[in-house]
T-cell receptor, first 112, second 115 residues
């Protein structure tokens, strides 16, 4: 099993550009999450999903959108990138509520 | 609302020293889960332990041990005889029913183990 995979690993965007961060898991987990990690700030939840077709906002959803058309995929869309979105983005999944999360390797995004 | 506090931003020790990483949480729920994750310099996040609120038994796994005390709302992590490979950022996390069991993470403690 590959677990949770994320692409790309690194990306540099110009202000105002858009992009999609891809996340795929092969563990048949219903729960998937997107976090951003800023230095010294821990992990902040952007969006999460409890199953295909169901998504909900986390703590810092502004400037992002998600979709969940399949169990495996949970892409994160950035529209009109801003320097404040410079961060490391982690996708995670879990089999059920209260269980541990499995994390992808992260995407380091820089917006200039 | 849920909250996880890791008051130690950075800890520096010399190899073979014992070190304890503190985690204090806040919740009004009686059912909740606590976690520790490790983030080594390579950047990935690795699950270490999960504990539910009904199980206060301490746990030991090799050089790692965890002390869960509901009376003080703490879930502390001790590394015995630390090694350079233990150098990482360690995160404590809480998930509770009031928050739909979506985990909230502390800010992390950076542990530096010097040879």
């Amino acid at each position: 099993n590959a677990g949770v995979t994320q692409t790309p690993k690194f990306r540099i965007l110009k202000i105002g550009q858009s992009m999609t961060l891809q996340c795929t898991q092969d563990m048949n987990h219903n729960y998937m999450y997107w976090y951003r990690q800023d230095p010294g700030m821990g992990l902040k939840l952007i969006y999460y999903s409890v199953g295909a077709g169901i998504t909900d906002k986390g703590e810092v959803p502004n400037g992002y959108n998600v979709s969940r058309s399949t169990t495996e995929d949970f892409p994160l869309r950035l529209e009109l990138a801003a320097p404040s979105q410079t961060s490391v983005y982690f996708c995670a999944s879990s089999s059920r509520v209260g269980n541990e999360q499995f994390f992808g390797p992260g995407t380091r995004l820089t917006v200039l | 609302a849920q909250k996880v506090t890791q008051a130690q931003t950075e800890i520096s020790v010399v190899e073979k020293e014992d070190v304890t990483l503190d985690c204090v949480y806040e919740t009004r729920d009686t059912t909740y889960y606590l976690f520790w994750y490790k983030q080594p310099p390579s950047g990935e996040l690795v699950f270490l332990i999960r504990r539910n609120s009904f199980d206060e038994q301490n746990e030991i796994s090799g050089r790692y041990s965890w002390n869960f005390q509901k009376s003080t709302s703490s879930f502390n992590f001790t590394i015995t005889a630390s090694q350079v490979v233990d150098s990482a950022v360690y995160f404590c996390a809480l998930s509770e029913g009031g928050g739909s069991y979506i985990p909230t993470f502390g800010r992390g403690t950076s542990l530096i183990v010097h040879p």
